[in-house]
């Protein structure tokens, strides 16, 4: 049976309040999920004051404030700091996206919280394990497969061709659609997820590729692709505005077409 | 499949290797559907007006052909579509194998029940 409540040793709990900044005029709560193997007991919920003058303008702001001047243990994941990388994935005020990219003006009042990314093993605070997420993206082989011989200098694509790949080509593999998923998070074993699937769709769509069959192949399977309900969490959550759903119904269509 | 922290991630994603099923089921859902937008109207239509007149009024609806033909239509329609439904249903929330083909089965099994059963409603009325 699904699981639908937390394990017990997962249970997140009351956590410490951090002292407020002395002499910040403009302050705001937020509540942060704090984990270390190292440390026994369950997961909980720190809370931070942040003088928002000082902070910057996003979310990832926010946490190098907090690891900065108040709290140097928080650990989270982190590189090029404006939405290319997708290191920073994470559950900001119950939505999937990246903190790089998530401003304050786009939050809503109240406490704000943070926690990793859903339905995954946390490594550390707001560190999640993306193993099984990564060997799921190499499953759908995103690379060019072709038998035709070499051309001398590149495979060529028309303007046309090469368009299809737009609204795809960018995800950044952040795993913010796949761990939004209910599917995901009750088949994220056997079911690709959003994200590999819209790569899978990359590659099928793709006029140089020459292994559309095979690749086909390798997703027809009522977990592999047919877990998809088209729920959209997905395409809410994509801080890149992509639309994985409707690259899966894409793909379903590509199967229907051929068998008949 | 095994649970150990040996197995490799790459090793649980490929499972059991894609099964080459799953269009098929895909597409009856939606054929199936696509007929039900047209029976379930007319049979909520037509079985409210016949139900009002009484038992003796129901029993000529299911003597007319076209009604006995358009009621066991939707009967098939709609309980294929459901077993078709139920079955992802449980697939997507029954994680075990056992219970899963047990319930899987029982499905097919209640549908095909309430389709025979509508079936042999019909039967009995026309064979008087």
Redesign the interface.
């Given at each position: 049976?699904?699981q639908l409540t937390l394990p017990q040793n997962s249970k997140v709990q009351k956590g410490k309040t951090w002292p407020k900044p002395q002499g910040a005029k403009n302050l705001r709560e937020f509540r942060i999920y704090r984990y270390s193997p190292e440390e026994k007991g369950n997961p909980r919920w720190d809370t931070y004051w942040v003088d928002m003058d000082k902070a910057g303008t996003m979310i990832l702001d926010v946490l190098f404030y907090i690891k900065n001047t108040i709290d140097p243990t928080l650990a989270f994941r982190r590189s090029c700091r404006e939405g290319v990388c997708g290191s920073c994935a994470m559950n900001i005020a119950g939505r999937n996206t990246i903190a790089c990219t998530k401003g304050f003006d786009e939050l809503p009042g109240g406490v704000i919280s943070i926690s990793p990314l859903p339905h995954l093993p946390v490594i550390r605070d707001l560190i999640p394990d993306l193993?099984?997420f990564?060997?799921?993206h190499?499953?759908v082989q995103p690379f060019l497969k072709t038998d035709s011989p070499t051309p001398e200098k590149e495979w060529r694509q028309s303007e046309e061709d090469r368009a299809q790949l737009d609204g795809l080509y960018e995800c950044i593999l952040c795993a913010s659609c796949s761990t939004s998923c209910p599917?995901y998070w009750?088949?994220g074993?056997?079911y690709?997820g959003p994200a590999a699937l819209l790569q899978a769709y990359r590659w099928l769509i793709d006029s140089r590729d020459e292994a559309t069959g095979e690749r086909l192949?390798?997703?027809?399977?009522?977990?592999?692709?047919?877990?998809c309900?088209t729920i959209m969490n997905c395409a809410q959550v994509c801080p890149k505005g992509l639309n994985p759903a409707q690259a899966i119904a894409k793909i379903?269509h590509m199967?229907?077409e051929r068998?008949? | 499949?095994s649970n150990s922290p040996f197995v490799?991630?790459?090793k649980?994603?490929?499972?059991l290797g894609?099964?080459?099923?799953?269009?098929?089921?895909?597409?009856r859902q939606r054929v199936s559907a696509l007929a039900l937008i047209v029976l379930v109207p007319w049979f909520l239509f037509s079985i409210m007006s016949a139900a009002l007149g009484g038992y003796a009024d129901a029993l000529a609806w299911v003597g007319s052909p076209l009604n006995a033909t358009l009621l066991v239509l939707t009967a098939g329609a709609a309980f294929y579509h459901m077993r078709l439904g139920m079955q992802?249903v449980i697939?997507?929330?029954?994680?075990?194998t056992g219970?899963r083909a047990a319930l899987l089965i029982l499905n097919t099994f209640f549908a095909a029940g309430l389709f025979v059963a509508v079936v042999m409603s019909v039967i009995r009325v026309w064979a008087g």
């Open positions: 049976m699904v193993t099984n990564y060997a799921q190499a499953y599917s009750w088949n074993d056997k690709l192949d390798d997703l027809e399977d009522p977990f592999k692709l047919y877990r309900h379903k199967m229907v068998v008949s | 499949m490799t991630p790459a649980t994603t490929r499972g894609a099964s080459k099923t799953g269009t098929s089921h895909h597409i992802a697939e997507d929330y029954i994680g075990k219970t």
